[in-house]
């Protein structure tokens, strides 16, 4: 076989339309052989004798698209010392743009291949939608579990990336508003052994093993590189329904695990380079899995950065949003928000312009930073989430930290010059109870897993209505559903930016299981079956999409002040209790309330128009009343508002077609557990 010597840069195997050039990097290696595989599975094995900053690579001529390959690494193996070099194993590449098959935990060489791929693909007139954070809509989704029982999707297709293209699909996402779908991991990732061993699956993905290759059980089309394109056709789809593409990435750890896990790829080539190790050469662990990246050596940080590019320039996607963000932040032990990483990204001209959501918080000490990210960054919200929830279940000393969530959370974001949409505001999320079982269950119910119940979080902060599970009782099932217009409509009126998880506008249960990471089964895909019984519920989404995008007053692009601004009298927001009295210190300190308005003024929005002046909007009374009785509000003074019409009511699933205006000073009743918008009406 003809060897040239290639160059050791881009690293991975990249076809230049006449061969492939090979460039691995191990600081440790003492030899390295590239292994070919033919059809038949036979390997040719051709070492790399060039070396060039720790990067050994060559160019192969005549070598091209679907050649499936991997590497043979000759070093050390003293794990005291963090070496763990086996010329045994068949390494995957770091950079395989494609990976074939799957782990057979009962090989040695585990059954998967890199695979070289084709970088050409017709992108057309492709272009990012580059949607205003403040004008998102995020739709956080699992690829299989989104699209497998979708009546709508030729059965071929379901739980595929083409599948997530489908028409069927693009219309529900668009008719609920959907501006941006993030989907969960789609980095090829493996299957635990003792998931497999039991009959189970790592379904939710969070155990990367290539940073660069979409995950090859979602495709339709094959393996051997067609992954790479029915991603990159999805992309494309979604784009020209103006929706954006936002990743769910993993760089923290890998599928390798701890001790006992498997030699797949990083371990095997350079595992002191890759990995946090003691001074003992064992992992430090501060995911929960088993082992930390060591983001603080260089050619992790190349590793991760190339990536995100890679992601970005080829793959066309429009963000990420980073699982356990803080662990990436750990420069030594401490969480440290200036860490290399971050400056990295900050003066990246490629990863700097997409949208970066962090999951701010990781299992290691200090890890919980929420709000301590960089100005760049936007967050996973958790105290908005749990604050939403206490507010909604009922439970006392909850109104302060409520209002704070519900403007923005300004207490954790004004400070370093971030705006109200660096909060991503969530009620429900791939972790946890879905929207359904939230009002359904008081506890977890995880028998499924086969862990004894043990795993899953036990703070829910969750309300089942008075029945666990499942109920016969009309009055118990009214309640559960506004409970749950309730929670939708604080999301989708908010400041900040809403994100919706797969299938809660749908009823989606996982009957009260609340870590379904390992369930791919029907307890975790959407079951679009329920979408008849639950289209007053899908309706009212919708409702609430339209109404958030028609009025940028829930969008707004800075924070409140609590004072006249824009040119207007009135301050840009007010709290009244509800006797119609503006809110003072004592009344925000009183344990027991569970009730107030808010005044919204469309009037002193200081954002320019584009087409020339300020954006005016109308003016909204949002009426809360998460008491377990009705309330009656007095309206507030007439200077905020001659008269008033009921946009919405949580209390009843639609609305009546025609609505009597309220007049300052008229008392309101809110029913029990409901909201009520009012709309100002125009001064005659």
């Given at each position: 076989?003809?060897?040239?010597?290639?160059?050791?840069?881009?690293?991975?195997?990249?076809?230049?339309?006449?061969g492939?050039?090979?460039?691995?990097?191990?600081?440790?290696?003492?030899?390295v052989e590239?292994?070919?595989?033919?059809e038949?599975?036979?390997?040719?094995?051709?070492?790399l004798?060039?070396?060039?900053?720790?990067?050994?690579h060559?160019h192969?001529?005549r070598?091209g698209p679907g050649q499936?390959?991997?590497?043979?690494?000759?070093?050390?193996?003293?794990?005291?010392?963090?070496?763990r070099c086996?010329?045994g194993?068949?390494?995957?590449?770091?950079y395989?743009?494609?990976?074939?098959?799957?782990?057979?935990?009962?090989?040695?060489?585990?059954?998967?291949?890199?695979?070289?791929?084709?970088?050409?693909?017709?992108?057309?007139?492709?272009?990012?939608?580059?949607?205003?954070?403040?004008?998102?809509?995020?739709?956080e989704?699992?690829?299989?579990?989104?699209?497998?029982?979708?009546?709508?999707v030729?059965?071929?297709?379901?739980?595929?990336?083409s599948?997530?293209?489908?028409?069927?699909?693009i219309?529900?996402?668009?008719?609920?508003?959907?501006?941006?779908?993030?989907?969960?991991?789609?980095?090829?990732?493996?299957?635990d052994?003792?998931?497999?061993?039991r009959?189970?699956?790592?379904?939710?993905?969070?155990?990367?093993?290539?940073?660069?290759?979409?995950?090859n059980?979602?495709a339709?089309?094959?393996?051997?590189?067609?992954q790479?394109?029915?991603?990159?056709?999805?992309?494309?789809?979604?784009?020209?329904?103006?929706i954006?593409?936002?990743?769910?990435?993993?760089?923290?750890?890998?599928?390798?695990g701890?001790?006992?896990?498997?030699?797949?790829?990083f371990?095997?080539?350079?595992?002191?380079s890759?990995?946090?190790?003691?001074?003992?050469?064992?992992?430090?662990?501060?995911?929960?899995t088993?082992?930390?990246m060591?983001?603080?050596?260089?050619?992790?940080?190349?590793?991760?950065?190339?990536?995100?590019?890679?992601?970005?320039?080829?793959?066309?996607?429009?963000g990420?949003?980073?699982?356990?963000?803080?662990?990436?932040?750990?420069?030594?032990?401490?969480?440290d928000?200036l860490?290399?990483?971050?400056?990295?990204?900050?003066?990246?001209?490629?990863?700097?312009?997409?949208?970066?959501?962090a999951?701010?918080?990781?299992v290691?000490d200090?890890?919980?930073?929420?709000g301590?990210?960089p100005?760049?960054?936007t967050?996973?919200?958790?105290?908005?989430?749990?604050?939403?929830?206490d507010?909604w279940?009922g439970?006392q000393?909850?109104?302060p930290e409520f209002?704070s969530r519900?403007?923005?959370?300004?207490?954790?974001?004004q400070?370093?010059g971030?705006?109200?949409v660096?909060?991503?505001?969530?009620?429900?999320?791939h972790?946890?109870?879905?929207?359904?079982?939230?009002?359904?269950?008081?506890?977890?119910?995880?028998?499924?897993?086969?862990?004894d119940?043990r795993?899953?979080?036990?703070?829910?902060?969750?309300?089942?209505?008075g029945?666990?599970?499942?109920?016969?009782?009309?009055?118990?099932?009214a309640l559960?559903?506004?409970?749950?217009?309730?929670?939708?409509?604080t999301?989708?009126?908010?400041?900040?930016?809403?994100?919706?998880?797969?299938?809660?506008e749908?009823?989606?249960?996982q009957?009260?299981?609340?870590n379904?990471?390992?369930?791919?089964?029907?307890?975790?895909?959407?079951?679009?079956?329920?979408?008849?019984?639950?289209?007053?519920l899908?309706?009212?989404?919708?409702?609430?999409?339209?109404?958030?995008?028609g009025h940028?007053?829930f969008?707004?692009?800075?924070?409140?002040?609590?004072?006249?601004?824009?040119?207007?009298?009135?301050?840009?927001?007010a709290?009244?209790?509800?006797?119609?009295?503006?809110m003072?210190?004592?009344d925000?300190?009183v344990?027991?309330?569970?009730?107030?308005?808010?005044f919204?003024n469309?009037?002193?929005?200081?954002?320019?128009?584009?087409?020339g002046?300020?954006?005016?909007?109308?003016?909204?009374?949002?009426?809360?009343?998460?008491?377990?009785e009705d309330?009656?509000?007095t309206?507030?003074?007439?200077?905020y508002?001659?008269?008033?019409?009921?946009?919405?009511?949580?209390?009843?699933?639609?609305?009546p077609?025609?609505?009597?205006p309220?007049?300052?000073?008229?008392r309101?009743?809110?029913?029990?557990?409901?909201?009520?918008l009012?709309?100002r009406?125009?001064?005659?």
């Open positions: 076989m003809e060897v040239w010597p290639g160059h050791p840069y881009p690293l991975g195997a990249n076809y230049d339309g006449s492939t050039n090979f460039a691995l990097f191990s600081k440790v290696a003492e030899r590239l292994c070919l595989f033919a038949d599975g036979a390997e040719t094995r051709v070492e004798r060039e070396v060039d900053a720790f990067v050994w060559a192969l001529p070598v499936r390959y991997g590497y043979r690494v000759h070093g050390p193996h003293d794990p005291a010392a963090g070496h086996d010329p194993r068949l390494l995957l590449d770091p395989a743009k494609a990976i074939e098959g799957s782990i057979d935990w009962d090989e040695p060489d585990h059954g998967m291949r890199s695979v070289v791929v084709s970088p050409y693909f017709d992108w057309g007139a492709d272009r990012p939608p580059r949607i205003a954070y403040q004008d998102s809509v995020i739709y989704a699992h690829v299989r579990g989104l699209t497998l029982r979708h009546p709508g030729p059965a071929e297709m379901r739980g595929t990336y599948a997530i293209a489908h028409p069927a699909v219309e529900h996402l668009t008719r609920i508003g959907v501006t941006a779908i993030e989907l969960m991991p789609v980095h090829q990732f493996a299957h052994e003792r998931l497999v061993r009959g189970l699956r790592n379904y939710w993905g969070y155990n990367t093993i290539g940073f660069f290759a979409p995950h059980e979602y339709s089309a094959g393996d051997r590189g067609e790479v394109t029915e991603f990159k056709g999805m992309v494309k789809a979604l784009h020209e329904a103006g954006e593409v936002i990743l769910d990435v993993v760089y923290n750890h890998t599928a390798e701890g001790e006992g896990g498997p030699t797949l790829c371990r095997g080539i350079d595992n002191a890759y990995y946090r190790l003691d001074g003992r050469g064992n992992y430090i662990d501060t995911t929960g088993g082992n930390s060591l983001v603080r050596d260089p050619h992790v940080l190349q590793l991760i950065m190339d990536s995100l590019r890679y992601w970005v320039s080829e793959m066309h996607v429009d990420f949003r980073f699982d356990l963000a803080a662990a990436l932040a750990r420069e030594l032990h401490d969480v928000k860490a290399a990483f971050f400056d990295l990204v900050q003066q990246d001209p490629v990863v700097s312009q997409v949208k970066l959501i999951e701010p918080w990781d290691g200090g890890g919980y930073q929420v301590n990210f100005p760049l960054w967050e996973w919200n958790g105290r908005y989430r749990d604050a939403v929830r507010f279940r439970r000393e909850t109104l209002a519900l403007t923005g959370s300004s207490d954790l974001y400070d370093d971030r705006r109200p660096a909060s991503i505001n969530f009620v429900t999320c972790d946890g109870f879905t929207l359904a079982d939230l009002v359904s269950y008081d506890r977890k119910h995880n028998e499924a897993n086969g862990e119940n795993d899953g979080s036990d703070d829910n902060r969750s309300w089942n209505c029945v666990e599970g499942p109920a016969d009782d009309p009055s118990v099932s559960r559903n506004r409970q749950r217009r309730n929670l939708l409509t999301l989708f009126l908010s400041q900040g930016v809403p994100m919706l998880s797969h299938g809660d749908l009823g989606r249960t009957r009260g299981n609340n379904a990471y390992c369930q791919d089964t029907e307890l975790a895909w959407v079951d679009w079956d329920t979408a008849g019984e639950n289209e007053a899908l309706e009212y989404v919708e409702r609430l999409a339209r109404l958030r995008r940028p007053v969008r707004r692009r800075r924070f409140f002040r609590g004072r006249p601004v824009g040119g207007s009298d009135l301050p840009d927001i709290w009244f209790t509800r006797s119609g009295e503006e003072g210190p004592r925000w300190a344990d027991s309330a569970r009730s107030l308005a808010v919204l469309g009037d002193a929005i200081t954002e320019p128009d584009p087409r002046g300020r954006i005016r909007d109308d003016s909204f009374l949002m009426l809360l009343n998460a008491h377990d309330v009656r509000f309206l507030p003074p007439e200077a508002g001659e008269s008033w019409v009921k946009e919405l009511d949580t209390a009843v699933p639609r609305p077609s025609e609505e009597r309220v007049k300052s000073g008229d309101v009743r809110v029913p029990a557990r409901s909201i009520q009012l709309r009406c125009p001064a005659p």
